[in-house]
T-cell receptor, first 114, second 110 residues
């Protein structure tokens, strides 16, 4: 089955800096890669996603890049703000008979210092 | 439109007890999922369903059962609670490729 590795496990930045979180996946059939933000005690919330036919996607301060050949994808947050502090999870999902099942990375605790 | 709802929010069980975690969605989604999230970890898939009457195992199904008699409801059953089942349980439903999560049920087994 699919295996998703996420790095780093913790990331500390100063307000206004950029943050980058990287994930690798094992199943070359995976074709959907969402990123979730989870605040303490809350549910995961989708912040951005990318499909395998796209190399990069941007939404205001958040961007995701995908390298299918190397089987890795990354989350980029620019101009970080204290409210960006949370746990971020990457995930991967295959097409066909995978039925949308998501395999999650282990999470990255992002702390943005004012 | 309430989205995905879960009950209860929190429960303490004794070892060997049983309980059902409820999950309901009002978005008419066919695909539904149950995940567990252990402290400091990512989510792991327990069971999923692609429509009423159809369920299948995920990555960590042992100790759990599910049913899907309607499109809206996808309950998760714990028959003999064990300390290893202490976790936060999230239900999700999916449209196209996006999964929407419920607020979670925090379960403590002592």
């Amino acid at each position: 089955g699919e295996n998703v590795e996420q790095h780093p496990s913790t990331l500390s930045v100063q307000e206004g800096d950029s943050a980058v979180i990287k994930c690798t996946y094992s199943d070359s059939a995976s074709n959907y890669f969402p990123w979730y933000k989870q605040e303490l005690g809350k549910r995961p919330q989708l912040i951005i996603d990318i499909r395998s036919n796209v190399g990069e996607k941007k939404d205001q301060r958040i961007a995701v890049t995908l390298n299918k050949t190397a089987k890795h994808f990354s989350l980029h947050i620019t101009e970080t703000q204290p409210e960006d502090s949370a746990v971020y999870f990457c995930a991967a999902s295959g097409g066909g008979t995978s039925y949308g099942k998501l395999t999650f990375g282990q999470g990255t605790i992002l702390t943005v210092h004012p | 439109n309430a989205g995905v709802t879960q009950t209860p929010k929190f429960r303490i069980l004794k070892i060997g007890q049983s309980m059902t975690l409820q999950c309901t969605q009002d978005m008419n989604h066919n695909y539904m999922y149950w995940y567990r999230q252990d402290p400091g970890m990512g989510l792991k898939l327990i069971y999923y369903s692609v429509g009423a009457g159809i369920t299948d195992k995920g990555e960590v199904p042992n100790g759990y059962n599910v049913s899907r008699s309607t499109t809206e409801d996808f309950p998760l059953r714990l028959e003999l609670a064990a300390p290893s089942q202490t976790s936060v349980y999230f239900c999700a439903s999916r449209t196209k490729e996006t999964q929407y999560f419920g607020p979670g049920t925090r379960l403590l087994v002592l």
